[in-house]
Nanobody, 116 residues
């Protein structure tokens, strides 16, 4: 069973940057495309970005395109999300998981708060 631990969130002013990390357990990490999601209170979890198993291909939702960069290090079983030019609307709890079902058990997420 894959376990996911997100970290790197925090409070940042608009225009600032953060790098989120997601450490995954399990030997099959490099076999799966991975993704970052985010959720705000009262809303459904939203897909943000994905990366292929090899890291060669990435995809972003329009609202973060050009500001966020997803990457992975398969040797470290870790996926990252570099977030630049942060906006207050990026405030959310961020989670990582496999890109497609079946999802692994969701981690605790990491809180990102962007102040205006």
């Amino acid at each position: 069973q894959v376990q996911l631990v997100e970290s790197g969130g925090g409070l940042v002013q608009a225009g600032g940057s953060l790098r989120l990390s997601c450490a995954a357990s399990g030997r099959t990490f490099s076999s799966f495309a991975m993704a970052w999601f985010r959720q705000t209170p009262g809303k459904q979890r939203e897909f943000v970005a994905s990366i292929s198993d090899s890291g060669d291909s990435t995809y972003y939702i329009d609202s973060v395109k050009g500001r966020f960069t997803i990457s992975r290090d398969n040797a470290k079983n870790t996926v990252y999300l570099r977030m630049n030019s942060l906006k207050p609307e990026d405030t959310a709890v961020y989670y990582c998981n496999r890109y497609s079902i079946p999802f692994a058990s969701w981690g605790q997420g990491t809180q990102v708060i962007v102040s205006s």
